[in-house]
């Protein structure tokens, strides 16, 4: 939470962020709707984060209702919402919390990190999986995503405690 004011704290439950951001998936002005104006307060953005994770997060920036007007804060909002991925991805690494235990990799990730950890190459776990070499490429990188991992090696790194 950061260091937001304690009456905003007490609105912002995990189950009203959860709220925020499935209605809100744009960079939002607390005047701009009525589930973001009973939450936030007044003359600030709502920021949702957009991670593969099935966490809910977002960045609140607070302004001086003198300082700025709603429609430049909200264009504003849509380098914010990059800016944002980038740093929540950085606050779970460094928290620890990028467990992969978290990430819910489904049961055909993990067959193809698995083979991988093998040594196999993505046409070779393609044949033995009977799928195409790109559908083995996109579980891949849909487990890089939700890992944090960078390339193959950090991925089966990563995966070592579940297979």
């Not at 959860?18 to 701009?32: M, T």
């Not at 920021?47 to 909200?74: H, N």
């Not at 991925?85 to 993990?110: F, K």
Request: one cysteine or more.
């Amino acid at each position: 939470m950061g260091t937001a004011p304690e009456h905003v704290k007490q609105h912002l439950t995990p189950a009203a962020l959860k709220q925020l951001n499935l209605h809100c998936c744009k960079p939002s002005w607390s005047d701009s709707g009525e589930l973001i104006k009973a939450t936030l307060p007044q003359a600030s953005l709502l920021v949702p984060v957009v991670t593969s994770r099935p966490d809910y997060g977002c960045l609140i920036l607070g302004f001086s209702p003198s300082i700025i007007e709603p429609k430049l804060a909200e264009k504003l909002g849509w380098f914010w919402q990059v800016i944002a991925m980038y740093l929540y991805d950085t606050y779970r690494r460094l928290s620890g919390s990028n467990n992969v235990r978290d990430s819910q990799l489904t049961p055909r990730e993990i067959e193809c990190i698995y083979w991988a950890a093998q040594g196999k190459t993505s046409w070779e776990i393609s044949r033995i999986l009977t799928i195409t070499e790109r559908t083995v490429n996109f579980h891949l990188s849909n487990s890089m995503q939700k890992t944090g991992s960078t390339n193959r090696q950090q991925l089966i790194h990563n995966c070592m405690n579940i297979l």
